[in-house]
């Protein structure tokens, strides 16, 4: 069975600051992972996704994944944390099924 | 082009009533998910459907929910008699084909209230 553990329900960070929102995941095969993010009242927005090429993974607004399989994690980063990265973030995982297995989410709060 | 389609964006029913929500794919795309996020969770998949077909619904609760994807028309989530606790965000996304390397695109939900 798959599942997704995101560390940490809520995490805040001052502007500027380095933002590490953490994803590990079990999966008995090499997964497909995506991280997601949702913002006040909208749908989910794909970040960056792993499909089994180059470990580090380079998305959108500069956020980064890096694939560690020997820790089964897919944490996401960004150097230098921005006001408009204040959002709802998810990790999911998905493999040979049909289904995405998605965290309970962790909300990033970015302090002025 | 444009993205996925939802509607109602917002729904308010009262107990015992029925609910459809209906989700448009993006141009293109023949496979259509429903989630289920209820307040502070993360999304839980309902089902997968490709046009007139269920594919998958073993995250569909085994009575009141039903969902179609006609050939023509948007995908229909329909909650019979509805309860307090269908109370959430429902959400549709959409993906050329079933891949896993394929992410889903995602519509900007339809929240239910049920009173």
């Known amino acids: 069975a798959q599942s997704v553990t995101q560390l940490g329900s809520h995490v805040s960070v001052s502007e500027g600051a380095l933002v590490l929102l953490r994803c590990n995941y079990s999966s008995s095969v090499p997964p497909y992972l995506f991280w997601y993010v949702q913002y006040p009242n909208q749908g989910l927005q794909l970040l960056l996704?792993?499909?089994?090429?180059?470990t580090l993974v380079k998305g959108i607004n500069g956020f980064e994944a890096?694939?560690?399989?020997?820790?089964?994690?897919?944490?996401?980063?960004k150097p230098s944390a921005h006001m408009s990265d204040a959002a709802e973030y998810f990790c999911a995982v998905r493999n040979t099924g049909n289904q995405f297995y998605f965290g309970t989410g962790t909300s990033l709060t970015v302090i002025p | 082009n444009a993205g996925v389609m939802q509607n109602p964006r917002h729904l308010v029913r009262r107990r015992g009533q029925e609910a459809r929500l209906r989700c448009s794919p993006m141009k293109g795309h023949s496979h259509v998910y429903w989630y289920r996020q209820l307040p502070e969770e993360g999304l839980k998949f309902m089902v997968y459907l490709q046009k007139e077909n269920i594919i998958d619904e073993s995250g569909m609760p085994k009575e009141r929910f039903s969902a179609e994807f006609p050939k023509e028309g948007?995908?229909?989530l329909r909650i019979q008699q509805v309860v307090r606790g269908d109370s959430a965000a429902y959400f549709c996304a959409s993906s050329p084909r079933g891949?896993?390397?394929h992410e889903q695109y995602f519509g900007p939900g339809t929240r239910l209230t049920v009173t």
């Not at chain 1, 996704?49 to 180059?54: D, H, P, V």
């Not at chain 1, 890096?66 to 980063?77: A, D, V, W, Y």
């Open chain 1, 66 to 77: 890096e694939f560690k399989k020997s820790e089964t994690s897919f944490h996401l980063t």
């Open chain 1, 49 to 54: 996704k792993y499909t089994s090429a180059a």
């Open chain 2, 74 to 76: 948007p995908s229909i």
């Open chain 2, 99 to 101: 891949q896993v390397s």
